[in-house]
């Protein structure tokens, strides 16, 4: 059976994942540290998808810190589809100025509630290159189209996938 990881899920349970997150949003959650993964061993894990996550890590340099160990438990040739909002669209928005500053602002910096706070912006570039730091093959980093459980806007999301 296929082991697949649902990282950062909050209370975004996926069936056939192990839906993991740092706080306890609902019973059926598994509460580890998404950043270092330590329940789990290295090559362990078939597919990893983290919706909405990496932006939310803090400090900024833990990111590099999670995708290496996100590339450590994945199954030689397993896989991760990464999430993230695409500062693109948003800073295009705001520079024709169909967005107000205030929309530009959320879109960097987040909702600002507890627990979710944004501290990274992301484009295809910058994390392909981080990805690519961390080990993950540079000529399957790719854009993908949204997985069909996701719930976020597909005009302002950056979906990428990469392989081990």
């Not at 290496?68 to 994945?74: A, D, N, Q």
């Not at 205030?102 to 909702?111: D, R, S």
């Not at 993908?144 to 990469?162: C, F, G, K």
Request: charged residues 25%.
């Amino acid at each position: 059976m296929e082991k697949k990881l649902n990282l950062g899920c909050g209370n975004h349970i996926l069936k056939d994942f192990i839906n993991i997150d740092n706080i306890p949003h609902c019973k059926d959650v598994y509460i580890d540290d998404i950043i270092y993964l330590q329940t789990f061993e290295n090559d362990s894990v078939d597919f990893i998808y983290s919706s909405h996550t990496l932006q939310c890590i803090f400090p900024r340099i833990k990111v590099f810190d999670a995708l290496k160990s996100w590339y450590r438990v994945l199954k030689p040739e397993g896989h991760i589809v990464i999430e993230v909002p695409d500062i693109v669209p948003l800073m295009k928005k705001y520079l024709n100025n169909k967005v107000p500053i205030e929309t530009l602002i959320q879109g960097i910096y987040g909702m600002d509630k507890e627990g979710i706070r944004q501290f990274m912006c992301f484009d295809f570039v910058y994390l392909g290159c981080m990805l690519t730091h961390t080990g993950f093959l540079g000529n399957k980093i790719r854009k993908t189209i949204q997985p069909s459980y996701s719930r976020h806007d597909p005009n302002t999301n950056l979906v990428v996938e990469a392989w081990k």
